[in-house]
């Protein structure tokens, strides 16, 4: 396993090793110990989410204001344009963001970290997405960016329309927003 750090130090690209043939490959998407050794880090997962999405559906930018989670994340299907968004007031980085490719192709796991708003594109047809999260899921403490907040000025790569769920489509900007200290 690799740990690559973003331009948000904190965002980690991880990159598990995949071992291949002509009958096709094995690789374990997470092991407690290997995770430690390349990230430093040693989350307690408490819940695994598992979501399907048509193409041009933006799911997002959420987050937790209470209860944060910590958020591994990998497609299993299908591509999506993944994106974090520092939201911590007194970082060096508030308001940047992170945008990487997560595939069933590539492999590829981000880490979102406490502090970040989290979201995505799918590109593909459909893709699905499973996330290992450090914190239960709590509607009453979940808040969400605006996805096209001129501040924030996400490049997503759309081909046509986003799809949005009602409560995305009256997500507040950043400037509006509940945000970490």
Do not use: C
Not at 25 to 50: K, Y
Not at 63 to 77: A, N, S
């Amino acid at each position: 396993m690799l740990a690559t750090r973003t331009v948000i130090p904190e965002v980690l690209l991880i990159e598990p090793k995949i071992f291949g043939d002509d009958r096709g490959f094995f690789f374990e998407s997470f092991n407690a110990r290997t995770f430690e050794q390349v990230t430093g880090l040693r989350p307690n997962f408490v819940q695994d989410n598992h979501s399907k999405s048509s193409k041009n559906v933006i799911r997002g930018l959420h987050y937790q204001i209470r209860q944060p989670q910590e958020k591994l994340v990998r497609v299993v299907e299908g591509e999506v344009f993944d994106v974090v968004i520092d939201i911590r007031k007194s970082s060096p980085t508030f308001g940047k963001w992170v945008g990487v490719y997560l595939s069933a192709e590539n492999k590829k796991q981000l880490w979102v970290p406490k502090g970040f708003a989290h979201g995505f594109l799918v590109v593909s047809e459909t893709a699905q997405l499973l996330y290992k999260t450090t914190d239960y899921y709590a509607p009453e403490y979940e808040r969400s960016l605006l996805w096209n907040d001129p501040a924030l000025g996400i490049t997503w790569p759309l081909s046509g329309e986003p799809r949005l769920s009602p409560k995305d489509v009256v997500a507040r900007p950043l400037s509006e927003a509940e945000v970490f200290v």
